[in-house]
């Protein structure tokens, strides 16, 4: 068995030559892989030596000839290609171990010049991956380092690959090499070109959207139906997945997660991660039902049940905070579909052992939990794509304009700040109650932000909650005064909006007129 080795990336290869020459295996390299295995006391023969042709062009012509295609590409179990080898005097290649230059690596670095992110785009080391991948029947092809084990163990069990290993490997390489090819697209048609700039130290501008979009996902699990019952469903992730996001999460126990279960349970921990103070987030069709920080998890979680325990029920569950024996005493005496945290007591645990069907979720936070969020969001329109950076803003107490005569308090300022957070989670039209760090009314999705006022009012009601003295956030501005009035005749004495409407002068002089604090965001946050 002959090995072709050459990669850019070393980690572990030393180990697995090692491995592969004690097994028998004959060891082909080139350049600086070469040059490592050789230090290290390896016999290894240098491609060169096979084609009879010299690396050229800074490395850039190496792999890319008969001598070596010949030997990835021949169908052993045909004649002809066997016979053709032979004329040739082409030996066959059995493995092939590659990975690729660092493309995305580099382009990602700040400053990073057209030169260099040019220079960093591998040739040779994809054409012997096709190649391999493609003859896959005969040809192992090895593209990442977590990929050795699986290919040690079965040289050292039965001498050779299985054909499932084989072709998991090819189409593992295949993956590797569109996700490399689409790297490429997207760095280069972002590229805002400047001939007059041209230099090797030109980092060009970047527009924020390239000319041709290329994502890669990989698949979790498939689902047992959609939205509905009637759909089918799959959970794909990011290649690369971002700390302390959801596609992170370990389930502990219960059923299977749906279709629904996961994008509300993203918008549960989505919002909870954005508190840096013990917080919970109850989510029912991916609208926050009830929000609410505190001491610890049990008091959090205690506020954020009283804002609307009748939709609370059955509803997705997320602390940023480890579950407790307080906090899952609580929750279990509720029906909950899935509750999310960083971790789970001993106790917490074996309280949640007697609802088999509860889904526990463990997601690990970063320290900068905070600001781990996508970069983009997507939509799906018919035939194309929206696509657009993510809502990340974070308000700041001194961004508040206060534009009436009352000045909100120290405290009304805290409860804003929090309202305003939970807002950017509540589909518009969102209008959201809040007091003493705890939601009192939210109003979601509705086509007035009139009802979604009285729906807020209406839900606190019916929650035996008082909305005196509390503090409203509005995702958007007031069209009208009539908005403002229905809160504040509710009992709120300060309210947040982003402002910039034509009638914005008419909404301050209600405000004034009744009495309230009113401070503008200039930014807002439709949640569609």
Not at 237 to 244: E, I, P, S, T
Not at 344 to 358: D, G, P, Q, R, T
Request: net charge negative; with cysteine.
């Amino acid at each position: 068995m002959k090995a072709l080795i050459s990669v850019s990336d070393k980690t572990g290869i030393v180990e697995f030559a090692q491995a592969l020459h004690a097994l028998g295996v004959q060891l082909l390299s080139t350049g600086g892989t070469a040059k490592l295995l050789a230090d290290k006391g390896l016999p290894v023969t240098e491609v060169a030596e096979v084609t009879k042709f010299p690396e050229m062009l800074d490395g850039r012509v190496k792999t890319l000839h008969p001598m070596v295609h010949g030997g990835l590409l021949a169908r052993r179990d045909t004649p002809a290609h066997m016979a053709a080898l032979k004329e040739h005097g082409i030996e066959t290649i059995d493995l092939l171990v590659v990975n690729l230059y660092p493309f995305e690596a580099t382009v990602a670095k700040a400053g990073c010049t057209l030169a260099d992110a040019i220079e960093n785009i591998d040739i040779g080391g994809p054409a012997m991956v096709r190649s391999a991948a493609k003859n896959w029947k005969d040809v192992g092809v090895v593209t990442a380092a977590d990929q050795y084990e699986a290919v040690l163990g079965e040289l050292k069990a039965a001498g050779k690959l299985s054909n499932k290993l084989r072709f998991d490997l090819s189409v593992a390489a295949f993956n590797r090499i569109s996700q490399y090819d689409g790297a490429i697209s997207n760095y280069l048609s972002s590229v805002k070109f400047e001939d007059e700039k041209l230099s090797e130290e030109y980092v060009p501008e970047r527009a924020s959207f390239p000319g041709q979009f290329n994502e890669q996902y990989l698949k979790v699990q498939d689902l047992r139906y959609g939205e509905n019952s009637h759909q089918q469903a799959a959970w794909y992730r990011d290649v690369n997945v971002a700390d302390g996001s959801l596609a992170t999460g370990v389930q502990l126990q219960g059923k299977e997660l749906s279709y629904n279960n996961i994008a509300d349970a993203d918008a549960a921990w989505e919002c909870v991660k954005s508190f840096e103070v013990p917080a919970c987030v109850i989510i029912k069709h991916a609208n926050p039902c009830g929000v609410a920080v505190g001491a610890n998890p049990f008091e959090a979680y205690s506020k954020a049940f009283q804002t609307d325990p009748t939709s609370a029920f059955g509803g997705i569950i997320a602390f940023n905070r480890p579950v407790d024996k307080a906090a899952a005493e609580a929750v279990s005496k509720q029906f909950v579909e899935v509750l999310m945290a960083p971790d789970f007591s001993a106790e917490a645990l074996e309280i949640f052992k007697a609802k088999v069907n509860v889904r526990l979720m463990k997601i690990a936070l970063p320290a900068n939990y905070g600001a781990v969020r996508n970069a983009l969001e997507t939509k799906r329109v018919g035939s194309g794509l929206l696509l657009q950076s993510a809502d990340n803003h974070e308000l700041k107490l001194e961004e508040l304009k206060v534009v009436t005569i009352k000045q909100p308090t120290q405290e009304e300022l805290q409860d804003l700040l929090f309202a305003w957070k939970v807002a950017k989670f509540v589909k518009s039209n969102a209008i959201v109650f809040c007091k003493n760090g705890m939601t009192m009314g939210v109003g979601a999705g509705q086509m007035s932000r009139l009802d979604s006022a009285r729906i807020a009012s209406i839900k606190a009601e019916a929650a035996k909650l008082s909305l005196q003295n509390t503090v409203v956030a509005s995702d958007a501005f007031f069209p009208f005064r009539d908005g403002l009035d229905v809160v504040v005749d509710a009992g709120a004495t300060c309210v947040a909006q982003p402002g910039g409407s034509m009638r914005d002068q008419e909404v301050i002089d209600a405000a004034n007129e009744r009495g309230v604090a009113m401070v503008f965001t200039g930014v807002r946050h439709f949640r569609h």
